[in-house]
């Protein structure tokens, strides 16, 4: 599973084209969206070029905001919001590296990936 996870992220990335890259689910539950204090959110998928998040009080689209969740800190504009779920579209794709680690070490907790050190 290891080597086709690597696959699809790299052809995600290669692709170019933001819309179809390939979304992880993660279900992350200690991310944070905002400038200063930050608003505390959900993060259930991630690609190289977005994410969807969940909470309360998310800002409206067209907001910008920082994605942030450990080592994860992705400048990010809203792209759309319904009710408690908002959809993000990063300035900048993440790097392959530090997508694989977050997808690894989520699926890893979820015990269906391998341990967070050997995807590093």
């Known amino acids: 599973m290891g080597s086709n996870l690597v696959v699809r992220l790299l052809k995600s990335v290669l692709r170019g084209d933001r819309r179809r890259a390939t979304r992880y689910s993660v279900d992350l539950a200690d991310g944070c969206v905002g400038a200063e204090n930050g608003l505390g959110v959900a993060i259930f998928d991630l690609s190289a070029t977005g994410a969807l998040i969940g909470g309360a009080d998310l800002p409206q689209p067209g907001a910008f905001v920082t994605l942030t969740r450990g080592s994860l800190s992705a400048a990010a504009t809203v792209a759309w919001r319904e009710e408690a779920r908002a959809g ?33």
């Open 88 to 120: 993000l579209q990063f300035h900048r794709p993440l790097p392959v590296e530090q997508l694989f680690t977050i997808v690894h070490s989520a699926q890893y907790r979820r015990g269906t990936g391998v341990p967070a050190a050997l995807a590093a």
